[in-house]
């Protein structure tokens, strides 16, 4: 039973760029939220989605933007890169309801230069 | 507005040591979820915990046990008989239990460092 997979496992991009990170969940969920991880941080939550719409949102700019589709897999789009969106991006599968166990995947490292 | 603190930046310790992670978080919601994860090195955020609002039984699992206390808003987490493959940042997750509302708020996690 495959676990969440990411892909790219590394990104170098520059300043202005855009970026696509994809997910596939674990067998049998059907909820994908993604959080970034800033070097020496904890993850902080970004987005959810459920049902192919995104369900709740963090606090990030609209550059950050996702979809998913209806094998329930994931994308995580960043416009206009900044230095500062540099980070580990990890993407985390579960069951929708109350609070349902989020499984991570081992995360995309971006780096833009 | 939820917040998690993990006071302790970095722990070292001597193999076989016990050690404890402190958590302390900040929540208006009456039911909520605590997690516990660990981080290693490859980046993959690793379930270890999540203990429900309702029930403040302590747990234990092998060598590890969660201390749950909501009369001071802690949930800390005792590792005993340290190993080397403990090593890792561990994080406290705090989440909401209603449907749509399962962001996962985290603290900045603790460094543990076990010692051979």
């Known amino acids: 039973d495959a676990g969440v997979t990411q892909s790219p496992t590394h990104l170098i991009k520059t300043r202005g760029q855009q970026v696509t990170l994809r997910c596939s969940p674990k067998?049998?969920?059907?909820?994908v939220s993604w959080y970034q991880q800033a070097l020496g941080q904890g993850p902080q939550f970004i987005f959810q989605?459920?049902?192919?719409?995104?369900?709740q949102r963090g606090n990030f700019p609209d550059r950050f933007s996702g979809h998913q589709f209806p094998n329930y897999s994931s994308e995580l789009n960043v416009n206009a890169l900044l230095l500062g969106d540099s980070a580990l991006y990890l993407c985390?599968?579960?069951?929708?309801?109350?609070?349902?166990?989020?499984?991570f995947g081992a995360g995309t490292r971006l780096s833009v230069l | 507005a939820q917040k998690v603190t993990q006071a302790q930046t970095e722990i070292s310790v001597v193999e076989k040591e016990d050690v404890t992670l402190d958590c302390v978080y900040e929540?208006?919601?009456?039911?909520?979820?605590l997690f516990w994860y660990k981080q290693p090195p490859s980046g993959e955020l690793v379930f270890l915990i999540r203990?429900?609002?309702?029930?403040?039984q302590n747990e234990i699992s092998g060598r590890y046990s969660w201390n749950f206390q909501k009369s001071t808003s802690s949930f800390n987490f005792t590792i005993t008989a340290s190993q080397v493959v403990d090593s890792a940042v561990y994080f406290c997750a705090l989440s909401a239990t209603n449907f749509g509302n399962e962001k996962l708020t985290f603290g900045t996690g603790t460094r543990l460092t076990i010692i051979p």
């Open positions: 929540t208006r919601d009456t039911t909520y979820y």
């Open positions: 989605y459920y049902e192919e719409e995104e369900r």
């Open positions: 203990r429900n609002s309702f029930d403040e």
């Open positions: 985390a599968s579960s069951l929708a309801g109350g609070a349902n166990i989020q499984y």
């Open positions: 067998s049998g969920h059907d909820t």
